[in-house]
Nanobody, 123 residues
Framework: QVQVVDSGGGTVQAGGSLTLACTAFGVTFDDWAMGWFRQAPGKEREQVSCINSSGERTYYKDSVKGRFTVSRDNARNTLYLQMNSLKPEDTAMYYC????????????????WGQGTQVTVSA
């Protein structure tokens, strides 16, 4: 059984930074792409970023390009999302995910989800 644990959310002022982290258990971490999604109240869950198993290829949602950076440390079985220049519209519950498919257009066929970590950006 795959278990995903994400953390690192919090409340920051606009322009601030946060780093999210995620670990997956029950999988060989470096065999799998990993992704970050978010869901704001009243909105559908959307993909924020995705990274392939080796970390060499990434995908970003247009609105976060240049502000967010996804990375992974396969030796530590950990995925990161560095979020800079945060905006109030980035406020959402952020979810780490283990996808079955990675492409330049993002990740699909999610195998497992984390429990979510709340990011709140105040104006």
């Amino acid at each position: 059984q795959v278990q995903v644990v994400d953390s690192g959310g919090g409340t920051v002022q606009a322009g601030g930074s946060l780093t999210l982290a995620c670990t997956a258990f029950g999988v060989t971490f470096d065999d799998w792409a990993m992704g970050w999604f978010r869901q704001a109240p009243g909105k559908e869950r959307e993909q924020v970023s995705c990274i392939n198993s080796s970390g060499e290829r990434t995908y970003y949602k247009d609105s976060v390009k240049g502000r967010f950076t996804v990375s992974r440390d396969n030796a530590r079985n950990t995925l990161y999302l560095q979020m800079n220049s945060l905006k109030p519209e980035d406020t959402a519950m952020y979810y780490c995910a283990v996808p079955q498919v990675f492409s330049v257009g993002g990740c699909t066929s999610i195998r497992a989800w984390g429990q979510g970590t709340q990011v709140t950006v105040s104006a």
